[in-house]
């Protein structure tokens, strides 16, 4: 079982929310984490969005709006990423990531699809 | 504005050793990670491993044996060699500043393992 597992694809309407999940395995406790975010546009880098462990630590990515917020789901064992005021150039794929047993771990990816 | 900026052979022969450089320019080498990531087509990132400006590196426990990076302060220019390559480690390979927060990247350059 993967270390994080994200939905390989999400739809949302322009001007709606969309929440990202990021699920850590069995075992591994979200709760002692910093969720890191990525966005990645096609032909592109990732871009740095935002890091979240807690409302007290926490931190936005420089130049980042703050219609993108991080969260965590404790009785899911999941990070979130909430994007609200969805706009089309927020179609991208969608990277968690953390650190865990001596190494940076990322998700797998969400496909965010704005339409 | 920091910039990154991958170069190295598109192709390399199994069991051959892939060699990277990125160059960085518009900031200090001082007290930062320079790390690289790879994508392999179509799929997820991988973070291979970090060095810091002192010289210390982190790497991938998946790829430790395999994976080197060095730094050249003279050159701005830090370096990734990965030995006995295999077709699973074509992939996009990319540079970046940070460890975990990775703030810049470069744009990235394709490496295919074949013979």
């Known amino acids: 079982q993967a270390v994080l597992t994200q939905p390989s694809s999400l739809s949302a309407s322009p001007g709606a929310s969309a929440s990202l999940t990021c699920t850590l395995r069995?075992?591994?406790?979200?709760?002692?984490?910093?969720i890191y975010w990525y966005q990645q546009k096609s032909g592109s880098p990732p871009q740095y969005l935002l890091r979240y462990k807690s409302d007290s630590d926490k931190q936005q990515g420089s130049g980042v709006p703050s219609r993108f917020s991080g969260s965590k789901d404790a009785s899911a064992n999941a990070g979130i990423l909430l994007i609200s005021g969805l706009q089309s150039e927020d179609e991208a794929d969608y990277y968690c990531m953390i650190w865990h047993s001596s190494a940076w771990v990322f998700g797998g990816g969400t496909k965010l699809t704005v339409l | 504005q920091v910039q990154l900026q991958e170069s190295g052979p598109g192709l390399v022969k199994p069991s051959e050793t892939l060699s990277l450089n990125c160059t960085f320019s518009?900031?200090?080498?001082?007290?930062?990670?320079w790390s690289w990531i790879r994508q392999p087509p179509g799929t997820g990132l991988e973070w291979i491993g970090y060095i810091y400006y002192s010289g210390s590196t982190n790497y991938n426990p998946s790829l430790r044996s395999r994976v080197t990076i060095s730094l050249d302060t003279s050159k701005n220019q830090f370096s990734l060699k990965l030995k006995s390559v295999s077709a699973a480690d074509t992939a996009v390979y990319y540079c970046?500043?940070?460890?975990?927060?990775?703030?810049?990247w470069g744009q990235g350059t394709q490496v295919t393992v074949s013979s």
């Open positions: 518009g900031g200090s080498i001082s007290n930062y990670y």
């Open positions: 970046a500043r940070g460890d975990g927060t990775f703030d810049f």
């Open positions: 069995s075992g591994i406790n979200v709760g002692t984490y910093r």
